[in-house]
């Protein structure tokens, strides 16, 4: 049975040297290409940018030239058709007006209108000749087209005009002949569309036709804006110099684009091109994808080349590396270490050369040392049962056996120690070490008992004990020996503990005698402070308790006369005078009833045991920080300040930081109550830091009305304050002083000049003395007991201020 294996932690993911060179030489490929490629994107962008905003100008400026070429002819043969009709009959204009529209550009219709804007012939291509004679003699004198061109010779174009023929829209030219008639021709928006296409030619921006009134009459863009879209208040409209060309940029459809303006004179029509910006403009994406196609191709090389270039690398290491699994596995051979091109696998093949014979010879100062040794010692492989692998020198001669006989086989297999010893040692040796006693047998079958010492070695692939076995029999004859004198000397102890045992029952009886005088003495002293204490907080309860009987007293009488006027009659009146009664009667109970609980509570805060405390280790400015925010809300509406300038860190205490708490809290609420007492302003100021003899030092300060010298003695005592009757019970600073003193191990004492103030100083121990009363406790309800014994209760800052008022005349407590 062998010792069950420890778990050995997951071998990280490895790859070959093979596949580390190949994936380098591929990143660094690639991440070249990246950083270049990237770099020419960078810089050309803006370049790309500015080519297509000049490429963009000037096909705008291009095209303005060439449709104002293309529609100049439709507008000179237009002209040249108002000539013709001078003077010419209904029958021959219509004729006349037949054979124009099919010279040039396209018009749908021409008509010839009178003065007044009569239809009197019309032009119509062969699908509208049935329509002749419905047109002539309409009125279309309200056309905005015909008083335009009516107004001022020359051709006038329109975006706006409505088709006679279809209702829709369409593009119109006027022109007004000699004799005041006005000829108009309609031109479709398919049919401008296709005369601004071939205008434009092969290049691929899209371009807006947009007439004066900013209406977009053709888009070459597949006609979506056309006769939907209205530019005039556009900002790059508005941006644009009146008859001038220019670049803008502008946002249209949830995209930025750049746009090119450029103004025809002669058609008073703006030819707007416009192209996108950043990745949907095509000259940044030919910029982008050049690179990525050069990325991915370089990619695909790499892929192919790393491999080999790599193999060619590593091959020697390869050699290196099966010349070293050889030494490893003691095959020393006689052929030298290889050696290639590369001057580092070289030199590893050097050292690992190196470090293979230093390795032999280790190896053999081991074997040395081993046989050497003068303990008994073996080594086993926990992996084949614990067979033996060697033996020293020592070994055969302290157990009888030759070294031939026992290698390869286990303690059982030469009797050395039984099934149950065998099993019992391997079920010990879980750990890396083992000590343990055992009594093995020799070669000739004599017992021996050793202690047996058992050290783990792990290997790749072994496990390996070593054992050594020490001769115990000796030694635990002379340990029998020494327990026999022990025992013999235990007896004379024995005697001389008798005498002392009555020696010891004399002086117990004599201490019992001085602990109970002691504890009578105690007794008799903790009675009369008790009365002291009962004395003064009876005369304090007198009074609120007295008024409380009194309204009492007065609500019972009202409640007399109350119900003895019920037999005469219940007025309204009698009603209210008892409600008001009653009412002024449970005020004035409640309120004293109120104070007596309030003196109530500080005597039980004076009086009960102190039996622990919650103590822990913090920072003097954590507690400052804590009672000063929690006293502040109280604060909000007064004329008083309270600022601290105690460190963050540096003064740690091991202490109890609720007494230490309240004891801060007891002295800023007598100086707010009575340091300030009929005063519109005050400043108490809390300082701390760390004195010569390693104690801390709390200060808090005023600059109020001070303690009168006849009372700055007292000021500590019970019962000492000068606001008797008016809420004050001179028990706080009391209270806060025992807590100083008997649970922080501290002192508080007091400087004050009448009129210039008080300062009180806490110097602690930075750790606190541990009580015997908590300690004792062990536990958290000690621990609160503890904290009311002093007045600091765990109810938190609201219990302790009550009792935190006596200071003498002017800031003494009232």
């Known amino acids: 049975m062998t010792a069950p294996m420890p778990q050995r932690e997951q071998a990280p993911r490895t790859w070959r040297l093979r596949t580390h060179l190949s994936a380098l030489l591929v990143v ?23 080519d297509t905003q000049a490429d963009l100008q000037t096909e705008v400026e291009q095209l303005a030239g060439r449709l104002e070429l293309l529609l100049g002819t439709a507008q000179d043969r237009l002209e040249l058709l108002a000539a013709l009709l001078d003077g010419a009959g209904p029958g021959a204009a219509n004729a006349l007006l037949d054979e124009g529209l099919r010279a040039g550009l396209r018009f749908d219709a021409v008509y010839q209108l009178s003065r007044s804007g009569v239809v009197q012939a019309a032009g119509l ?17 309200s056309s905005s087209l015909f008083q335009e061109a009516s107004q001022r010779a020359g051709a006038v174009w329109s975006g706006r005009y409505a088709s006679v023929l279809t209702g829709l829209g369409a593009v119109g030219l006027a022109v007004r002949g000699e004799d005041g008639r006005v000829l108009i021709a309609e031109v479709s928006s398919e049919t401008l569309l296709g005369a601004v296409r071939v205008a434009a030619g092969r290049r691929g921006a ?74 949907a403009n095509p000259r940044v994406q030919r910029l982008v994808i050049y690179p990525a196609a050069s990325f991915a191709t370089c990619l695909l090389v790499g892929l192919v080349v790393a491999p080999f270039w790599a193999h060619r690398l590593t091959r020697p290491l390869q050699s290196i590396l099966d010349r070293a699994a050889r030494a490893t596995r003691g ?27 230093a390795l032999m010879e280790r190896e053999q100062k081991f074997l040395a040392i081993f046989n050497a040794a003068p303990v008994p010692m073996s080594v086993t492989d926990a992996r084949r049962g614990y067979a033996l692998l060697d033996v020293n020198e020592a070994w055969c001669r302290a157990f009888r056996y030759q070294r031939a006989q026992v290698l390869g086989r286990t303690g059982v297999d030469i009797g050395m120690v039984s099934m149950a010893q065998g099993k019992a040692l ?68 024995a005697q001389r503990t008798e005498a002392l045992a009555a020696s010891n029952a004399e002086l117990a009886s004599t201490v019992a005698q001085l602990g109970a005088a002691q504890e009578e003495l105690v007794r008799t ?61 449970c005020d004035i109970a409640g309120r004293n009833l109120r104070r007596a609980a309030d003196l109530v509570h500080s005597f039980k805060q004076v009086a009960v045991d102190r039996t622990s405390a919650q103590r822990r280790s913090f920072e003097l ?94 000021v500590f005592e019970p019962f000492m304050t000068t606001r008797m009757g008016r809420g004050g019970t001179g028990l706080g600073l009391h209270i806060s002083r025992n807590a100083v003193a008997e649970l922080l191990g501290g002192t508080l004492t007091v400087q004050s000049t009448e009129g210039q103030g008080a300062v009180f100083e806490v110097c602690l121990p930075a750790v606190a003395p541990v009580v015997a009363a908590a300690a004792g406790a062990g536990g958290e309800g000690a621990g609160e007991a503890q904290a009311q014994a002093h007045g600091m209760g765990a109810a938190g800052p609201g219990r302790a201020m009550a009792p935190a008022r006596h200071r003498g005349a002017g800031s003494a407590g009232a």
């Not at 699908?127 to 004198?141: A, F, K, T």
């Not at 000739?444 to 790749?460: H, S």
């Not at 091991?654 to 340091?675: E, K, R």
């Not at 005063?679 to 001070?706: E, K, P, Q």
């Open 125 to 141: 291509l062969d699908e509208w000749q049935p329509r002749r004679r419905g047109l002539v003699g309409r009125d279309l004198s």
């Open 331 to 357: 095959e020393a051979g006689d052929r030298a270490w290889p050696r290639g091109p590369v001057a580092e696998f070289n030199q590893l093949s050097r050292d690992l050369e190196a470090m293979a014979n």
């Open 28 to 50: 660094t490929m690639l991440l070249t290409i990246a950083l270049v490629g990237s770099a020419i994107v960078v810089a050309r962008l803006p370049g790309a940018e500015r």
């Open 621 to 714: 400015a954590e507690v400052v920080h804590e009672m000063v925010v929690s006293l502040k809300p109280s604060f909000a509406r007064q004329p008083w300040r309270i600022e601290v300038d105690v460190q963050a860190e540096g003064l740690r205490l091991d202490s109890y930081p609720g007494a230490l708490g309240q004891v801060l809290g007891n002295l800023i609420q007598n100086a707010v109550l009575h340091g300030f007492d009929g005063r519109d302003h005050g400043t108490v100021r809390i300082t701390a830091g760390r004195g010569d003899d390693g104690a801390i030092r709390l200060r808090v300060a005023d600059d109020g009305r001070g303690i009168a010298p006849a009372h700055l003695a007292r």
């Open 206 to 279: 899209s371009v807006w036709i947009v007439d004066r009134h900013g209406d977009v009459i053709a888009d070459t863009d597949g006609g979506r804006e056309q006769g939907r879209l209205n530019i005039r208040d556009w900002p790059l409209m508005q941006a644009q110099p009146v008859g001038g060309t220019g670049v803008v940029a502008f946002g249209h459809r949830g995209q930025t684009r750049h746009a090119a303006i450029a103004h025809s004179d002669a058609l008073d029509w703006y030819l707007v091109g416009h192209a996108p910006q950043g990745w």
């Open 525 to 585: 002293e903790k009675m009369a402070a008790l009365g002291s204490l009962v004395a003064g907080v009876a005369h304090e309860l007198h009074t609120p308790l007295g008024n409380g009987v009194m309204a009492v007293s007065a609500m019972a009488d009202a409640v007399g006369r109350f119900q003895a006027g019920m037999r005469a009659g219940i007025r309204r009146s009698d009603l209210q005078q008892v409600l008001d009664s009653v009412e002024q009667g």
């Open 426 to 493: 391997q079920s010990r040796l879980r750990a890396l070490r083992m000590q343990d006693e055992a009594v093995l047998l020799c070669g000739d079958g004599t017992p021996i008992q050793v202690q047996v010492f058992a050290q783990r070695v792990e290997l790749a692939t072994q496990d390996l004990v070593l054992w050594a076995a020490v001769d115990i029999g000796p030694l635990r004859r002379v340990e029998q020996q020494l327990r026999e004198l022990n025992q013999q000397l235990g007896a004379r102890v």
